[in-house]
C-alpha cells in the first residue's frame, strides 16, 4: 500500500501507540490492536501499517531513548509569525503565518532532536532526492520548536520506514 492512506494509518498510529509498549513486533501489533478497539484508527488503516516497520523504528537508539523519555512531542501543531523576506524577498517587512505539524520531537535539557516520520517508497538511489525535498520542511520544524521552547536544536532527522533508516538533515 501506498500513498495518502498509508501514510494517514502510519502517523495516526505512531501519533497514538503507547511508545513505552513497543519493545517488539508483537507488542506493536497489541498496540494497533488496541487503537482499533479504543476507536484511535480504523481496522481498514490498521491492515495498511506495516507493523515491522514501525517495531524496527523502536530498535533503533533513538527509538529505545523515546520509549521511556517524559518529553517526547507527536503530532505537535504550531502556528508562528516570520518574516517573509526568510522565504521570499519580495516579501521583506512582511510577517507570514507558519502552520506546521511536528511528527515527533525529543526535548531535553540541552536541547531538541526533531523527526520527521515518511512513508514515501524510497531506494538508496532517490533517497537523497527525497532528502532535498524533506529539508525545508524539517528546518521550518526546527525553527519553530526552537523559538517556541527557547532551546537549541541539536538534530534534525529524517526516518524513511521504507528502508528503516534515519537521514540527518
Do not use: W
Not at 528546518?139 to 534534525?156: E, M, N, P, Q, T
Amino acid at each position: 500500500p501506498e500513498g495518502k492512506d498509508l501514510r494517514t494509518a502510519t502517523h495516526a498510529v505512531m501519533q497514538y501507540i503507547q511508545y513505552s509498549k513497543c519493545e517488539n513486533e508483537a507488542a506493536v501489533s497489541r498496540e494497533i490492536d488496541r487503537l482499533v478497539s479504543e476507536n484511535y484508527i480504523t481496522a481498514d488503516q490498521a491492515k495498511l501499517v506495516n507493523c515491522g516497520q514501525i517495531a524496527d523504528f523502536f530498535a533503533t537508539d533513538f527509538g529505545k531513548r523515546i520509549r521511556n523519555h517524559p518529553q517526547v512531542l507527536r503530532e505537535f501543531k504550531f502556528s508562528i509569525l516570520d518574516s517573509g523576506s526568510r522565504y521570499d524577498p519580495s516579501l521583506a517587512g512582511e510577517q507570514v503565518l507558519l502552520q506546521g505539524v511536528v511528527d515527533c520531537a525529543l526535548l531535553e535539557e540541552d536541547g531538541i532532536t526533531v523527526i520527521d516520520f515518511k512513508t514515501d517508497r524510497v531506494s538508496d538511489s532517490t533517497l537523497p532526492d527525497a532528502v532535498g525535498r524533506y529539508r525545508p520542511q524539517v528546518d521550518v520544524y526546527a525553527d519553530a520548536l526552537s523559538r517556541i521552547y527557547g532551546r537549541k536544536i541539536k538534530a534534525k532527522y529524517l526516518y524513511f520506514f521504507k528502508l528503516g533508516q534515519f537521514v540527518e538533515v
